[in-house]
C-alpha cells in the first residue's frame, strides 16, 4: 500500500496497529500518529524541484577548482589556469575553491544552501552532445535507449492518466514547466510530455498579459517564428492551463525582484519561477536552461584567465542561482525547493592550444536549496590518479577526468528522498537500484564492502572522518587497516566491522 492510500484508510477506519510492542486500537482521522503522518505526507507533497540545464558541457575543473592539487591542475591546463590568489575560497573547505566569478554561489556554499558533487558520469561515457545528453535526460545505460525521461517517468507514476483526466480538482495545475524551445526528454512521459513550455520569458509575459522584459530575440524574424510562437502558445492554451499560469502570475511576485538581471536570460526564467512559486502554482517540476558552455575556444580571455567567455556564463550561472535562493528566501519557501544543474558532460582535464577545453568525462554537478544536508559529495579529483589515461613520464596526451558519482545516484535520491517515493518505486523508475550519495542525510552509509580507506563503498564518496556519523549496512564487512575515527558508528545486524590489526 503506498503512502496515500496508507492515509486514505487511516483516516475512516479503525485499524489494530502494534507499534515498537504497544497495541493502538483507535486510528482514526484526529489521532496524533495520523496527524504526524499526514502532515509528512503533505511536506513531500508539496515539495518542488528546479533542473537548469547546462547546454554544450561545462569545464568543470575551471568552475570547482581542486586548490588541493593547484600544482598539477595548473600544469594541465597552464593556459586557461586561474590564478591560486584569484580563486574563491570556501568555509570549512580549504581544499576546494570557486571560479572568481562565482561570488554568489560561493555566498550560498557558505551558508550551506549549495552541495558540489564531484566527478559525476556514467560508465561508458560518449561524448556526443546530442547522445549524452539523451542519456542524462533518459537515465539510461549507455547501451540502452528509453522513450521516456527520468522525471516524467516519476510524474507519470505519481499523477496516473495524465494528460485524458486533467486538470482536475487534485491538480490543476501543470505538473511541470519549461521555459525552452524544445520539451526536454527529462520531461517525457509515456503517452506525452508531462509538462508544457514556454518559448522564453518573452513568450511568458505575453501570455500574463504584460510588457516583456527582454527582447523577443530568440526565434526568426521569419514565418517560421512566427508559427513556432503561436504553436507554443496554442499548445498553452489548447490543455486549458494558460488560466491558471496566468493567475499564479497575477498572484505571485518576486521579492527580490530588482536583483534579477533583465540581460541574464537565466536569470529572467527563475525569476519567472520564483514569481509562479509565490503564486501559488502546484506544479512539482520546473525545468530551465542556459546555453553556450561548449568551449573549444576563447574559454578565457587574452588577457586575463579571470575573464572570457567561460566567466561570463559562470557570472550569469552563480547570479541568477543567488538571486533566486534569495527570492526564496524572502518568500519563506526555501524549505519547500531544490534546484539542481547538469550539463552534457565535462570537459578535459587537459587544456588545448585554442585556450578552450575538448569534450570530456566527469564534471562536478551542483545541488542547491535548504534540505540538503551534505555540501560535499566524492572528492576533489586527484589529478593524477583520477585521470583517464593514467599520466607518464614523458607523456603529453590528453587527459579526462575519471567518474566518481554516477549522475542516476542523484536522481535516485531526489526521487526518494526529496519527493518521498518508496525504494522499490524508485528502482522501477530508474530501471535498476542506484545506491544513495547521503545528500538529503546526516549519515555516510557503505554501499559495498571493502577498506574502509576506500571511497568507493561509502554513499558520500570520501572516507569518513571525526565528524562523521557512520553505518556499516547489512551484508557488507569493512577492514580496518589503520587508526579510524568517526564521531559516532553503528553496525547493523549482518554488517561487520574486520579489523586487520591492533587498530
Known sequence: MNRRDFLAAASSLVIPVTVNGFSLKTFDRNSGLVQSLTKAMASYSDRILVIVYLGGGNDGLNTVIPVEHYAAYDRLRNNIAIPEKSILPLSGNPETGFHPAMKGMQQMYNEGKLAIIHSVSYPDPTQSHVRSTEIWMTGVDADK??????????????????????????????????????????????????GISLVSPDNFYQLVGQESHIPANDLSSYDTGSLVKAIRQQQILAIEYGAEIKKAADLGKNS????????????????????????????????????????????????????????????????????????????GVEDKVIGMTFSDFGRRATSNA??????????????????????IIGTNPDLVNDLVPLPSAGSNINHDIKMQIDFRRIYADLIKDWFGAEQGKTDALLFKNFKTVSLFSSVSETISSGNWGDRSIWSSGYVPGAKDHVKINQGHIVEVSQIISAKHIEVEGGGELLFLGNF
Do not use: C
Open 145 to 194: 535507449t528509453a522513450p521516456t525521461g527520468w522525471a516524467g517517468r516519476y510524474l507519470d507514476d505519481r499523477f496516473p492518466g495524465y494528460p485524458e483526466s486533467y486538470p482536475n480538482p487534485d491538480m490543476d495545475d501543470p505538473l511541470a514547466l519549461q521555459i525552452g524551445y524544445i520539451n526536454s526528454t527529462s520531461l517525457l512521459g509515456s503517452k506525452q510530455a508531462m
Open 256 to 331: 527580490a525582484g530588482a536583483s534579477y538581471d533583465d540581460g541574464n536570460e537565466l536569470s529572467q526564467q527563475l525569476k519567472i519561477v520564483g514569481r509562479l512559486i509565490n503564486g501559488g502554482l502546484k506544479t512539482k517540476i520546473y525545468y530551465v536552461e542556459m546555453t553556450g558552455f561548449d568551449t573549444h575556444a576563447a574559454q578565457v580571455s587574452n588577457s586575463s584567465t579571470t575573464e572570457g567567455d567561460h566567466a561570463i556564463l559562470l557570472r550569469k550561472l552563480s547570479d541568477a542561482i543567488s538571486t533566486f535562493q534569495t527570492d526564496l528566501k524572502l518568500q
Open 354 to 375: 585554442s585556450k578552450g577545453t575538448d569534450h570530456g568525462v566527469a564534471a562536478p554537478m551542483f545541488v542547491f536549496g535548504t534540505g540538503i544536508k551534505r555540501q
